[in-house]
């Protein structure tokens, strides 16, 4: 209706030239519509990091599956190359729900390392030398050693997020940096396409100053119906050095016959535990 009384009714030209825009307009939308139906949602908006995270989780076998797990007995071999000198040997690790853990390698002429806790007392042994971890860097090794580590994570970090699209190995990944609880930063790497954890990088402080360090999972295997990765090369470049620890586990077992004693605190860390909790000294002012 118009302002002057009721519209004449239009040519019927007039009314085809309002019309074929419709209907142009209709095709057009349509496409469109078609076309980004085709599209992958969320192709061009990344995730948050915490979904990143539960999807790994899920890939790696989901909660249900690790929570099945009481325990765990790794074997395999491990190699330490610096340089021209190289080092070969064996490693185990026993690990049991909810927080203890055990590793030995033996690394022949190289020497032993152990590295360990009950679950209270977080310690390692390089050589004869044993040392009872506090602080920082007991925190550390309290998320590592966490045995459902990968359904507590938010536990251990204060942020985690997603900072974009990374080509790694030639798969594309999810790049995510993570804050622990202490303010360390490590960002990984996620396969986008299967959702599993492939790379880590950090930064930590060496004798000689700055040290990066890098570690790649590989061959990925089902275990008790979660996935580990059977193979795990960390470098370490620092200081005009570089170094390179290759693990290769021969098998994992899960929900073994693990004896109770496995995870008693060795003599030498009873004794430097000891010596950690003296209180200091009074010094004379």
């Known amino acids: 209706m118009s302002p002057y009384g009721q519209a004449r009714p239009a040519p019927a030209h007039h009314a085809l030239r309002r019309v074929l825009p419709l209907l142009c307009c209709c095709v057009l939308g349509d496409l469109t519509v078609f076309a980004q139906e085709e599209k992958p949602a969320g ?43 190289k080092a070969k040997g064996k490693i185990t690790t026993h690990a049991a729900a909810p927080d203890k853990f055990y590793q030995f390698r033996d690394l022949g002429t190289a020497g032993k390392i152990e590295i360990g806790t009950d679950g209270e007392t ?36 204060e942020t985690v997020e997603c900072l974009g699209k990374e080509t790694i190995d030639g798969r594309s990944c999810y790049k995510v940096s993570l804050t622990s609880k202490t303010g360390d930063v490590e960002t990984r790497y996620f ?29 990925y295997r089902e275990v008790n119906g979660v996935r580990f ?26 929900n073994a016959e693990i004896p109770d004693k496995q995870f008693d605190l060795p003599a030498a860390v009873k004794t430097a535990a000891k010596k950690a909790s003296k209180p200091a000294p009074d010094k004379k002012k």
Do not use: C
């Open 43 to 85: 192709e061009d908006r990344l995730p948050t990091g915490e979904r990143i995270m539960d999807k790994t989780l899920l890939a790696r076998g989901g909660k249900e599956a690790f929570e099945k797990l009481e325990n765990r007995v790794q074997k395999g071999t491990i190699e330490i190359a610096a340089g021209p000198q």
């Open 122 to 157: 977080y310690w390692n042994i390089i050589g004869a030398k044993a040392t009872v971890k506090e602080g920082n860097d007991r925190e550390d090794m309290v998320a590592s050693m966490d045995f459902y580590k990968e359904i507590n994570w938010r536990d251990h970090f």
């Open 191 to 219: 396969d986008r396409k299967t959702g599993l954890h492939v790379r880590t990088e950090e930064t930590s402080q060496g004798a000689q100053g700055e040290v990066k360090n890098e570690t790649r999972y590989e061959d």
């Open 229 to 254: 990765p059977f193979k795990i090369i960390q470098t370490s470049t620092g200081g005009g050095q570089s170094q390179t620890v290759t693990t290769v586990w021969e098998s994992i077992e899960a």
